[in-house]
């Protein structure tokens, strides 16, 4: 199974473990949930996003914190 990175764009933290999914539209998916979780508890207004990289490096996705 290939690995991705949830990286917490905004924040400084990047994700350096990674997880594994099925595929981009697995890790993807879960980016999504990530962010609209986040985005409850965010009490910043800056942009913030969960990037998605795959094993090499690619971003794949940006999902931007809601509310």
Do not use: Q, W
Not at 28 to 35: D, G, L, M, P
Not at 44 to 62: A, F, L, Q, R
Request: hydrophobic fraction near 35%; proline fraction near 4%; avoid cysteine.
């Amino acid at each position: 199974m290939p690995r991705y990175f949830l990286h917490f764009r905004g924040s400084g933290a990047d994700d350096l473990d990674g997880e594994d999914f099925a595929d981009d539209a697995a890790a993807i998916a879960e980016a999504k949930v990530a962010a609209r979780e986040l985005g409850r508890n965010r009490k910043k207004s800056s942009p913030e996003s969960i990037v998605v990289t795959n094993e090499k490096g690619d971003t794949i996705h940006e999902e931007p914190l809601t509310k």
